[in-house]
């Protein structure tokens, strides 16, 4: 598939760093043990290789991860499948968390456990650098919540300015904490839960798209709950295409500055994840899954 078919081209502000629009999330590749979820290793480590291949080999040029999948384990998946990176690759990754014997996600905040988890991503990925750390909001685990991230921040700054880090973006995070970091650092880039029928930062988008600023939705999806909804069934069907696509096109139609990171432990999905990129809805389309929205925000109220 030439790269042309990947939802176009984004260039991450104040930075020679362009990358296609359909990108890959690389957390779907780590394992689960029981209740542990993002776990251990694949049950097919074969196949999640043979994703992570396909993925760059269909021109993907962008995947995000974390070395608190697994842990570990998905950034040295990465590394066995792909080092040496093409040089056009962009490795996204997250920190400010660290993982429970009991699987559980706990802040990890610290200079040192930041420190850490830098040096942790360098490794375990085969880099010198960075491309770009997203740092986390740990406030709450399942959403945004206001908080100071001044401190984690700012020792993410001075690995910067030492080199370990090109660029800075955020995750799980306020309209508020966006504007207080950019008194302290640029951001290439947000990472929020957003899709079809979660929209609640749609506001958020529109100012970010203004300011050049990427927006990249975690779980556009649906994450561990799949998008389930009859008016996305019927928009796919009407289109001869799946629900997942559906919902894949919706958000690369949504705005020039989103980009995706579906994320999935299957070459089946990948491909069909990735044939979205060519998928047009029409005006009927978008209007019937704005429904879903609406009905999505009265299932919450
Ligand atoms: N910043 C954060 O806090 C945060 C949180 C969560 C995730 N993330 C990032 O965001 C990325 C995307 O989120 P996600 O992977 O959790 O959720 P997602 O992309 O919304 O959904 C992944 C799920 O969809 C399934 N899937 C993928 N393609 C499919 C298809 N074509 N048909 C049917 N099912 C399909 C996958 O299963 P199969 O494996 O069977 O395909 C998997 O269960 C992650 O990989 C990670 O890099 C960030």
């Known amino acids: 598939m030439s790269t042309s078919n990947l939802g176009g081209q984004f260039t991450f502000p104040g930075t020679s760093l362009a990358v296609q629009r359909m990108g890959y999330g690389a957390m779907q590749l780590a394992g689960r043990d029981g209740d542990k979820l993002v776990w251990g290793p694949p049950r097919d480590i074969d196949g999640a290789i043979a994703v992570l291949r396909e993925a760059v080999a269909s021109g993907i040029n962008h995947i995000d991860t974390s070395d608190f999948y697994g842990p570990h384990i998905t950034n040295q998946l990465i590394r066995r499948a792909l080092h040496p990176y093409p040089q056009d690759l962009v490795i996204v990754t997250k920190v400010s968390a660290r993982r429970g014997e009991d699987g559980s996600w706990l802040p990890a905040l610290s200079p040192e456990e930041l420190t850490q988890a830098v040096h942790d991503n360098l490794r375990n990925l085969g880099l010198d650098v960075l491309d770009v750390v997203n740092l986390r909001s740990m406030f709450a685990v399942h959403g945004p919540a206001e908080g100071s991230l001044e401190g984690p921040l700012t020792t993410l ?135 879903l929205a609406s009905e999505s925000e009265t299932a919450q109220h």
């Not at 927006?215 to 389930?228: D, E, K, M």
């Not at 919706?250 to 500055?257: F, G, K, P």
Request: aromatic share 4%.
């Open 157 to 291: 700054a001075k690995l910067r300015e030492k080199g370990l880090i090109r660029h800075i973006g955020l995750s799980n995070v306020t309209r508020q904490q966006i504007e207080d970091a950019q008194k302290i650092v640029p951001l290439v880039c947000v990472q929020n839960a957003y899709n079809v029928a979660n929209r609640a930062d749609d506001p958020l988008i529109d100012q970010l798209e203004k300011a050049g600023i990427a927006y990249v939705p975690f779980f556009p999806l649906g994450g561990f709950n799949l998008l389930q909804s009859a008016d996305l069934s019927a928009v796919a069907q009407s289109l001869n295409a799946s629900p997942m696509q559906v919902a894949l096109a919706w958000l690369l139609q949504r705005s020039a500055n989103i980009l995706l990171i579906p994320g999935t432990s299957s070459v089946e999905h990948l491909r069909e994840n990735l044939a979205a990129s060519k998928l047009m809805l029409p005006s009927d389309a978008l209007k019937a899954l704005d429904r």
